[in-house]
């Protein structure tokens, strides 16, 4: 069984940072892929961010890139979520998720399917 905790979310003013974390046990760190997702209101869930197991490599969302940066720490289990340039439209619940597999490509990732835990979510509220 898989454990995620996400921490970091808060009330931030545009154009402001803020950076999540998410604590994960229970798998062996390294071997798992992690990405965030987030849902606003009356909104699906979307993907925002990955970092794939043993390549390193990461992908992101339009809506986000160039403004926020994923990165991982394996010696403290955690992944990260950098947010900078924070807009109103960023304004949901952040997820993140463990995926067992490998794959480099975007559209494989964009799908929630292929993750098999996700954490319980922070809220990150942007004001104007």
């Known amino acids: 069984q898989v454990q995620l905790v996400e921490s970091g979310g808060g009330l931030v003013q545009a154009g402001g940072s803020l950076r999540l974390s998410c604590a994960a046990s229970?798998?062996?760190?390294?071997?798992?892929?992690m990405g965030w997702f987030r849902q606003a209101p009356g909104k699906e869930r979307e993907f925002v961010a990955v970092?794939?197991?043993?390549?390193?490599?990461?992908y992101y969302a339009d809506s986000v890139k160039g403004r926020f940066t994923i990165s991982r720490d394996n010696a403290k289990n955690t992944v990260y979520l950098e947010m900078n340039s924070l807009k109103p439209e960023d304004t949901a619940i952040y997820f993140c998720?463990?995926?067992?597999?490998?794959?480099?490509?975007?559209?494989?990732?964009?799908?929630?399917?292929?993750?098999?835990?996700w954490g319980q979510g922070t809220q990150v509220t942007v004001s104007s």
């Open positions: 998720a463990s995926s067992p597999y490998r794959a480099d490509a975007l559209s494989y990732w964009r799908d929630s399917n292929h993750y098999d835990y």
């Open positions: 229970g798998r062996t760190f390294s071997s798992s892929t």
């Open positions: 970092i794939v197991r043993s390549t390193g490599n990461t």
